[in-house]
Every structure is written in structure tokens, then in C-alpha cells.
């Protein structure tokens, strides 16, 4: 098993530009979530899916979108990227909603938006 | 006043020292405590998971809750170079995995 891979590692984007981060796990897990974290933060979340064509948001949502169309994947899309974007991103997955389900973290895709 | 506070770091012991790293919180309704480990450049991995108040022990380390204080420990035995990573503590007030509130991490460096 790959676990979650993401892609890609990283990236400059300029303002005002739009990119889609990629996530997939290969665990069969039911729920993904994304995450950020900005140097010297805590983690935050982002977006998460409890299944394929359902996702709900975390604690900070705005100037992103997420999709979920399959089991496996859960991309992350910036839409015109702005300064305050620039920040490590993590997607996750875990089998099941609670905290008996450890959630399994991906490498991370480091974006700067200039 | 933040939700959960961490000791800013960063900390460098010598290998065999005992580490203690630290969180405070002021959220009451906080049940479930958890202490992840992220090495440099890698997404974190769950170390530890406690609920409520008490001690829990897995190998060289130890989690310790205290919720009348409304702080929470992590006892790192006979420390390893290998041990060198970020250490982030993390809480919730339900059992749910999207309810997760993190401390900022605290670096641990230990000197061979």
C-alpha cells in the first residue's frame, strides 16, 4: 500500500492564479480530510468527505473548493490564489469518523503564492 | 487567549534524557487527547491517544492528562536520536476526527 500520496511537492503559484492539490489513498478509507499549516501553527482544517459526493467544511473553507467523485481521491482546489494561501497543505484519511480510526497523512504539497 | 498552547521550543537534549513536552488548553469541554510526532518534511503520525483524565504508557513514552488543570503532558524515556521530530499535541471535545484542535508543535533535537 502507497497509503495517501499527494501531488505535487510543491509549487509557486502567482497571485491570482488557480491550481487543484491531489490526494488519492489507497486504504479503501471512507473519510479524507485536508488540512493546513502555516509556520509556527497548529494544523487547521480545511475540507472533509465522509464518502464519494459528500464533503462538508472544517474550520477554515474559504478560497477553497473540494469534489469527491470516488473513493480514492479528494482534490483540493484554489481558486485565485491570494498571499494568505501560502502555507504547507496535508490531506488525510481514516476508515471511519471517530478517533478510534487513526487518520494516516500524506507527505504534504508545499505552496507559496507571490 | 488560544484554544491550546504548546511550549514554543525549540528543545535539545542529549540522547538518553528524559523529555517532557507540554500543552495547555482552555476549552473544558476537551475530552480526547492526542500527541502526534512529524518529522522534518513528512505529514504527522499519531503517537499517542487518551481520553479524560490519567495516564497512558506505550514503550518509552507516556501520556499524561490532567483536566482539572487543563494540561497535558508527554514523557519521552531514554530519548533517541531517532526521536528528533516535531511533536504536536491535539484535542477534541468529541470523539470525531474532524473536531481536532492542534497545538503549534514544539521541535525536539537529541544530541547523540
Known amino acids: 500500500n502507497a497509503g495517501v500520496t499527494q501531488t505535487p511537492k510543491f509549487r509557486i503559484l502567482k497571485i491570482g492564479q488557480s491550481m487543484t492539490l491531489q490526494c488519492t489513498q489507497d486504504?479503501?478509507?471512507?473519510?479524507m480530510y485536508w488540512y493546513r499549516q502555516d509556520p509556527g501553527m497548529g494544523l487547521k482544517l480545511i475540507y472533509y468527505?465522509?464518502?464519494?459526493?459528500?464533503?462538508d467544511k472544517g474550520e477554515v473553507p474559504n478560497g477553497y473548493n473540494v469534489s469527491r467523485s470516488t473513493t480514492e481521491d479528494f482534490p483540493l482546489r484554489l481558486e485565485l490564489a491570494a498571499p494568505s494561501q501560502t502555507s504547507v497543505y496535508f490531506c488525510?484519511?481514516?476508515?471511519?469518523?471517530?478517533?478510534?480510526?487513526?487518520?494516516?497523512f500524506g507527505p504534504g504539497t508545499r505552496l507559496t503564492v507571490t | 487567549q488560544k484554544e491550546v498552547e504548546q511550549d514554543p521550543g525549540p528543545l535539545s537534549v542529549p540522547e538518553g534524557a528524559i523529555v517532557s513536552l507540554n500543552c495547555t488548553y482552555s476549552?473544558?469541554?476537551?475530552?480526547?487527547f492526542m500527541w502526534y510526532r512529524q518529522y522534518s518534511r513528512k505529514g504527522p503520525e499519531l503517537l499517542m491517544y487518551?481520553?479524560?483524565?490519567g495516564n497512558k504508557e506505550d514503550g518509552r513514552f507516556t501520556a499524561q492528562v490532567d483536566k482539572s488543570s487543563k494540561y497535558i503532558s508527554l514523557f519521552i524515556r531514554d530519548s533517541q536520536p531517532s526521536d528528533s521530530a516535531t511533536y504536536l499535541c491535539?484535542?477534541?471535545?468529541?470523539?470525531?476526527?474532524?473536531?481536532?484542535?492542534f497545538g503549534k508543535g514544539i521541535t525536539l533535537s537529541v544530541r547523540p
Open positions: 468527505s465522509v464518502g464519494a459526493g459528500i464533503t
Open positions: 487518551t481520553y479524560s483524565s
Open positions: 486504504m479503501n478509507h471512507n473519510y
Open positions: 488525510a484519511s481514516s476508515y471511519g469518523a471517530s478517533l478510534d480510526y487513526e487518520q494516516y
Open positions: 476549552n473544558s469541554a476537551f475530552q480526547y
Open positions: 491535539a484535542m477534541s471535545p468529541t470523539g470525531a476526527n474532524s473536531k481536532l484542535t
